[in-house]
Nanobody, 124 residues
Framework: QVQLVESGGGSVQDGGSLRLSCVAS????????MGWFRQSPGKEREFVAA????????RIGDVAKGRFSVSRDTGKNTIFLHMRNLKPEDPAMYYC?????????????????WGPGVEVTVSS
């Protein structure tokens, strides 16, 4: 059974950086896009970034443009979210998802497998 597990969350100061990781366990070769979404209390889940199955294509959400990037290590079934210049509006639970297809998508309905999430907080 395939499982996704995020790591790397924590608390940083305003303007700081974090790198989140998401490992897909229980598989040997799955050619699916993966993505990052976030959700804070009282708000809908919003798209952060996604990457295609090969790593060649990416999509970055409006909340992340110019500050975050996404990458993947296909050999380790791992994707990363590189976050810099974190702001007070960035705290949330960050979730890793596996898409139904190979192309990166901004629509969370196109993802059918999710990790438990990892918390990010930003202090001023």
């Amino acid at each position: 059974q395939v499982q996704l597990v995020e790591s790397g969350g924590g608390s940083v100061q305003d303007g700081g950086s974090l790198r989140l990781s998401c490992v897909a366990s229980g598989r040997t070769d799955r050619r699916y896009a993966m993505g990052w979404f976030r959700q804070s209390p009282g708000k809908e889940r919003e798209f952060v970034a996604a990457i295609g199955w090969s790593g060649a294509s990416t999509r970055i959400g409006d909340v992340a443009k110019g500050r975050f990037s996404v990458s993947r290590d296909t050999g380790k079934n791992t994707i990363f979210l590189h976050m810099r210049n974190l702001k007070p509006e960035d705290p949330a639970m960050y979730y890793c998802g596996e898409a139904l297809g190979g192309r990166p998508s901004e629509d969370f309905l196109e993802y059918n497998l999710w990790g438990p999430g990892v918390e990010v907080t930003v202090s001023s």
